[in-house]
């Protein structure tokens, strides 16, 4: 598959001239979900689900479908039906031609005082996971991993200790448009230099939005 890194927390995928489109935010390009054939949303915070963005997507393509946990579906199954599908922990699926698995129930604690609300995690031709705003781990070796490298819900050295735990071959950054240019070989002194493994010994490598890599 051919992976696409897109603004903040959203990636695009595409195999046999299909698309597959992870989490279009706000912080995201509009263009990154143009031509999707599959929409996946992890939860409901803007930087992963912009409603206006999913809406003109469908509207554009009668053929675009999405699927996603019951918070996002409900304000979006009534105008399009059959075509936005609620999806949980465990569920399996496939969309533009990949065969999807869902990990993971709530998004990772952001303070104790706000409510945690629900989030699931998509593991892709059972190769590479997109966590959304978790540190879950699937109940199967993941070859690529997605890590979220900075959130107000996280500090490194728990997503050092995340990547040891998934035990990846290979990471990359999402979650980072909140980082400055200067953030970025900070924090590579422990996830790991371009392409090189870190203190979690996988190799790791930050896409800049809009390149590309063949996995």
């Not at 990636?11 to 054939?37: H, N, S, Y």
């Not at 039906?81 to 993971?104: E, L, Y």
């Amino acid at each position: 598959m051919k992976l696409t890194k897109k603004g903040h927390a959203c990636v695009r995928l595409e195999k046999d001239g299909q698309v597959l489109v992870i989490d279009p935010g706000a912080f995201t390009e509009p263009e990154a979900v143009a031509g999707a054939d599959a929409l996946l949303v992890t939860h409901e915070h803007f930087d992963h689900f912009d409603e206006g963005r999913l809406r003109a997507a469908l509207e554009a393509d009668p053929r675009t479908a999405v699927w996603t946990l019951r918070s996002v579906a409900e304000q979006l199954s009534a105008a399009f039906p059959g075509r936005v599908h609620t999806v949980g922990d465990g569920d399996t699926f496939t969309a533009a031609g990949f065969d999807i698995q869902v990990h993971g129930e709530l998004h990772a604690v952001i303070h104790p005082d706000i409510p945690q609300i629900t989030n699931i995690g998509f593991l892709v031709d059972g190769a590479l996971f997109h966590p959304g705003d978790a540190l879950t781990v699937p109940e199967q070796p993941v070859e690529t991993l997605l890590i979220p490298v900075h959130a107000p819900w996280n500090k490194l050295s728990e997503v050092v200790d995340y990547v040891r735990e998934v035990g990846p071959r290979r990471t990359y950054d999402i979650h980072d448009a909140l980082l400055s240019d200067l953030a970025h070989p900070v924090y590579g002194r422990m996830l790991g230099p371009q392409g090189l493994p870190g203190l979690g010994g996988a190799e790791h490598t930050r896409l800049t939005p809009g390149e590309s890599v063949s996995l």
